[in-house]
């Protein structure tokens, strides 16, 4: 608070010089106007040590003048004063009967209680006192709503994510499977519900664990989405906690949420002892249908590794895509790992899946027909002409016409045949693409493919109206071939994504897609359908 007094003179014409304060932001302390720069001030404030740019007609500052019983300093000199009385002229009589010139003294903070800024006339606005009970009396609305939790992520929430997430945390403890159709959005689901324990205070420490692939996915959903701050914990986070904390220091006590490749805990299973030591109290396992058991068997090596810690954990939510119809003997496999005691091994579940009678209270497996269907995709074919089509169609001619008389030169001739069909450049990889006739028809089809002149001839164009594109293929030549051409033909930039690349330089290709500066293009083989997250492309 200032002990200066604020009183209502008119607001500006300022100077430099000029003595301010801030009507919202007290604390700031006295300021003096150091710039005028058209309609922006430059002002200092000392005591909270800020340099601020202010709009000089918003009306958030005002004069400040010194009244009398407030401590000063003379600037001259450093030294403390206490004025006695503000006279006529801006004469000020000090403590010691001295007189000095206003300008020459500088207000200092001083605490005052309640009653004191009454007495001396310190009164916010009427209207500004009725916009903050406004304020908090909506925001105690907001938080006494069992809802209010997840009201705040930066997504656009529909009625089954938010049916799901609601029903999930009435429970005590939560243990949830999610193995919702693909694209209905079980990582928005599990993000709701752990940002409800979150708020809430049920929980402080939780593990999110997903293949290696996703783990930075994980990461940026959950902080553009949610706010939430999750740390990566790879090999250069376990390094830096040894460094700083010491070699046997549990990097569970360090970092309270954490996400963790599949892979990395599988490898180190001591991981999952120190999270269990560090009393995890939620974990989330995305890609759960890697976790495979058959009954009577202790199960697959990412199985046995996180089995313990799903077990002692209060909270855990396992998210798989694998439908129900497909796996039921998997789904029940995940249903024991959260309710083992309601479901042990021998339980007549199968039945009753089989019957098609409805499902444990604790599963989510939304399909598209229960919400009426998804907005429709339209399907915009192009019309290629046959003699346009004539090079792969050849192509495809020369591969069938291959002898196969064993078995494996026929997986070797459905394999060419699939090659065919995605590119001549796919085709030259393989040593078969030597036979006579079938290297000149294969680069034919690489100098005439008419997929690729429609793609050079649209994509300046998506390029142009900024838009993200998704291109899959089959093959990882026919990937590179178009990266090439559409450099060579447009000169574009487009980003890769295949299961070649690291999964650190993956992330760093969709990142970098993902900007609004960067590749309009991403060509993609078929492992970026795998729980990628590429709705934003057009």
């Not at 009306?59 to 300093?73: F, I, K, N, T, Y």
């Not at 010139?101 to 006339?121: C, K, V, Y």
């Not at 074919?381 to 192509?395: F, G, K, R, T």
């Not at 026919?478 to 330089?505: G, I, K, N, Y």
Request: glycine share 8%.
């Amino acid at each position: 608070m200032s002990t200066a007094d604020k009183r209502g003179a008119p607001q500006g014409p300022w100077a430099p010089g000029d003595r301010v304060a801030h009507r919202f932001n007290p604390d700031l302390g006295p300021g003096r106007i150091t710039a005028v720069e058209g309609r922006y001030l430059r002002v200092h404030f000392p005591l909270a040590g800020e340099q601020l740019t202010i709009a000089a007609d918003t009306g958030s500052l005002e004069p400040l003048v010194l009244r009398a019983g407030c401590r000063a300093m003379l600037e001259s000199s450093g030294e403390e004063v206490q004025v006695a009385e503000v006279g006529p002229g801006s004469r000020c009589r000090l403590g010691d009967g001295r007189e000095v010139d206003e300008a020459e003294l500088w207000p200092l903070p001083h605490t005052a209680s309640l009653f004191d800024r009454l007495a001396a006339g310190e009164i916010d606005r009427l209207e500004d006192f009725a916009n903050r009970l406004d304020a908090l009396h909506l925001a105690s609305l907001r938080e006494g709503d069992r809802l209010a939790s997840f009201l705040g992520g930066r997504i656009q929430l529909f009625p089954h994510q938010l049916y799901v997430a609601e029903r999930a945390t009435r429970a005590d403890p939560v243990r949830w499977l999610l193995a919702d159709e693909v694209g209905l959005g079980k990582t928005v689901e599990a993000c709701l519900i752990q940002s409800h324990l979150l708020r809430t205070g049920r929980v402080e420490r939780v593990l999110v664990v997903a293949p290696a692939t996703l783990t930075v996915q994980w990461l940026g959903e959950l902080w553009r989405k949610y706010h939430e701050v999750y740390v990566l914990l790879d090999d250069k986070r376990l390094n830096d906690v040894a460094r700083d904390y010491g070699e046997y220091f549990n990097p569970f006590d360090v970092h309270r949420r954490v996400v963790a490749s599949l892979e990395m805990l599988v490898e180190r299973p001591r991981l999952v002892e120190q999270a269990q030591a560090a009393g995890v109290e939620m974990v989330i396992v995305d890609e759960a249908h890697h976790l495979r058991r058959r009954e009577g068997h202790p199960g697959n090596p990412a199985y046995r590794t996180l089995a313990p810690l799903i077990r002692q954990v209060p909270h855990a939510l396992l998210l798989t895509a694998t439908p129900l119809e497909d796996d039921a003997e998997g789904f029940l496999r995940l249903l024991q790992l959260l309710h083992p005691e309601r479901f042990p091994d021998g339980s007549p579940l199968l039945e009753v899946l089989d019957s098609g009678a409805p499902l444990p209270a604790c599963t989510s497996v939304t399909r598209r027909q229960d919400l009426g269907g998804l907005p429709p995709r339209r399907p915009l074919p192009v019309d290629i002409d046959e003699q346009a089509w004539a090079p792969i169609a050849h192509l495809e001619q020369q591969v069938a016409a291959l002898p196969a008389d064993t078995p494996p030169a026929r997986a070797r001739k459905a394999d060419l045949l699939r090659r065919a069909l995605s590119s001549g450049a796919a085709v030259l990889a393989l040593p078969d693409s030597r036979r006579p006739g079938l290297e000149a028809a294969a680069r034919r089809a690489v100098e005439s493919d008419p997929r690729l002149d429609f793609l050079a001839q649209a994509a300046p164009e998506w390029e142009r109206r900024r838009e993200k594109t998704l291109i899959f293929v089959s093959c990882r030549e026919t990937l590179e071939m178009l990266r090439a051409e559409l450099s060579r033909r447009c000169q574009l930039a487009t980003a890769v994504f295949h299961e070649d690349l690291s999964p650190a330089r993956r992330d760093i290709e969709v990142a970098g897609f993902r900007t609004r500066s960067g590749p309009s293009l991403l060509v993609s083989t078929e492992c970026g359908g795998e729980g990628r997250n590429f709705e934003f492309c057009h």
